[in-house]
């Protein structure tokens, strides 16, 4: 699994989330919500330090990540993480695996 993340996204991290250089965000599921790979759950964002990462990105000097137990969500699926100027927030896409 892959994950990316677009500049204006990073950007909405380190003024939303108070980034400091060394931080971890994790990308987490939880139950509710409905992302279009698993109705009924979606992806919650967390700063916390990782305990068993299976996927990860590092991008100025933040490391971003899934959880092992959390990579069924996953499954032939990558994690884009956007920007969306029109919400006003970030947005998940989920591209399958090539």
């Known amino acids: 699994m892959e994950i ?6 990073l950007k909405w991290f380190e003024e939303e989330m108070e980034l400091k250089q060394g931080d971890s965000i994790r ?3 939880r139950y509710g919500g409905h992302a279009h790979i698993h109705t009924g759950f979606s992806l919650g964002v ?4 990782p305990f068993e990462p299976a996927a990860s990105l590092e991008k100025n000097h933040y490391l971003f990540y899934v959880e092992e137990k959390d990579m069924w969500f996953f499954k032939d699926h990558n ?3 956007k920007y969306s100027r029109k919400a006003g927030e970030i947005e998940f896409e989920f591209p399958p695996r090539s």
């Open 79 to 81: 994690l884009q993480v």
């Open 4 to 9: 990316t993340i677009s500049q204006p996204a």
């Open 46 to 49: 967390g700063k916390e330090a």
């Open 27 to 29: 990308f987490f599921v």
